[in-house]
């Protein structure tokens, strides 16, 4: 007789009780797997709601978009649809881009009537939009220039935010 040394969970079990290592890790790993499908379809879920979301909040603020799509992957948002004209066209992006959660905006959209671009600022802390107007065109008084350009999204020409995207209009 002697001592016998065996590698503790390599082996089947004796009595049915338990499973191998080998039966371990399958499960692990089959859990594992599972669990990356669920995450995967619970964000598929997520932007497909974030897109819904965003369709309706930009026909809530009444910004006509024949055909409109948006479509939400991670942290980008694709658009596309033919806008009447390039004011609504900006207004669009400027909605979906100033959306918590979206970094980066795919403008796929067409226009009916085409129409100078408008300029893009990124309001910084202690901004108003006296000072843009006054950036832009030489006088702080031309600020409701932009407050109308910046509508529906925009209630009132006090409440701008560090980090929002704001319409810059060329004047006439």
């Known amino acids: ?8 969970n390599a082996g089947a079990k004796v009595f049915g009780i338990g499973k191998t290592t080998e039966e371990e890790a399958a499960e692990a790993r089959a859990k594992a797997k599972a ?8 964000e598929l879920r ?5 897109a819904m979301n965003l369709v309706n909040t930009i026909n809530d603020l009444q910004l006509q978009v ?6 939400v992957d991670d942290d980008m948002a694709k658009i596309s649809g033919k806008a009447h004209d390039q004011a609504t066209k900006e207004k669009v992006i400027l909605v979906v881009g100033n959306t918590a959660g979206i970094a980066t905006v795919d403008d796929q959209m067409t226009v009916e009537n085409p129409e100078p671009e408008a300029q893009f600022h990124t309001v910084v802390s202690g901004d108003t ?3 843009i107007a006054k950036n832009y065109y030489g006088n702080a008084m031309k600020y409701p220039e932009i407050f ?9 020409p006090d409440k701008i935010y560090p980090g929002q995207v704001l319409r810059i209009p060329k004047l006439d």
């Open 66 to 71: 024949e055909d409109l799509s948006v479509l």
């Open 35 to 42: 669990a990356d499908e669920k995450a995967a379809t619970e």
């Open 148 to 156: 109308e350009a910046n509508k529906p999204m925009l209630s009132d």
């Open 46 to 50: 997520a932007e497909k709601m974030a």
């Open 1 to 8: 007789m002697g001592l016998f040394s065996f590698i503790k």
């Open 129 to 131: 939009l006296g000072k």
